[in-house]
Every structure is written in structure tokens, then in C-alpha cells.
């Protein structure tokens, strides 16, 4: 079992710049490729970014792209979101996710372990 914490949401103007960090309880944390999405009201939730166990392997969403970069420590157990540059449409409650696959995926559903959730907001 994987349990999973996210922090670092916030309030923040167009242009300005958060870190988001998602913090792992459990033994194997550090064998499961872990991946960033977010919900805004009335949407799906969709990927952001994902990493694998050994942080060889990124992956980004075209719209988050060169703005938002994806890390992990996994001696401290911690995967983080720098998120750069950020717009009013990045607004969403962001959430990570782990999964036993070593190589990460776009899809929701392959991700077996959520933490609750951070909101981040962007005002224009």
C-alpha cells in the first residue's frame, strides 16, 4: 500500500510560479512510476506529467509543456511539480498518483493510489 499527500497549492497571479509536492508513505514508493493530473469544476481529470521509478522516463500534456517540470527524491520518498509561468486555465485541484508499472502512463485508470488533492489557482 502506497499512501500519498499532496501540498503547495496555492493562490497565484498569472505568470507567477508554484511547487507542488506529493509525499509517499510505503516501502515500494520508490519502485512505482508516479504521475501529476488535475480536475477543474465541471472537467475530466486529465494528465499533466508523469516520471518513472527511476526518473529516466518524463512525460508532459502539450499544454503544460516547457512551463512544468517534473522530479522525484526517492530517498525522501517525494515527487515534485515545479510549475512555471503558470495561466488562469492551469486553475484545478491537482492531485498525484502512483502505479506498480514501471513506466508511466497518460490514463487515470492505471494509476492505483491518489492522494486527496491540492488546489491551485490563477488569477488573471
Known amino acids: 500500500q502506497v499512501q500519498l499527500v499532496e501540498s503547495g497549492g496555492g493562490l497565484v497571479q498569472a505568470g507567477g510560479s508554484l511547487r507542488l509536492s506529493c509525499a509517499a508513505s510505503?516501502?515500494?514508493?520508490?519502485?512505482?512510476?508516479v504521475g501529476w493530473f488535475r480536475q477543474a469544476p465541471g472537467k475530466e481529470r486529465e494528465f499533466v506529467a508523469a516520471?518513472?521509478?527511476?526518473?529516466?522516463?518524463?512525460g508532459y500534456a502539450d499544454s503544460v509543456k516547457g512551463r512544468f517540470t517534473i522530479s522525484r527524491n526517492n530517498a525522501g520518498n517525494t515527487v515534485y511539480l515545479q510549475m512555471d509561468s503558470l495561466k488562469p486555465e492551469d486553475t484545478a485541484v491537482y492531485y498525484c498518483?502512483?502505479?506498480?508499472?514501471?513506466?508511466?502512463?497518460?490514463?487515470?485508470?492505471?494509476?492505483?493510489?491518489w492522494g486527496q488533492g491540492t488546489q491551485v489557482t490563477v488569477s488573471s
Open positions: 510505503g516501502r515500494t514508493f520508490g519502485t512505482y512510476a
Open positions: 498518483a502512483a502505479d506498480p508499472n514501471i513506466f508511466p502512463t497518460r490514463i487515470v485508470s492505471d494509476y492505483d493510489f
Open positions: 516520471i518513472s521509478w527511476n526518473s529516466i522516463t518524463t
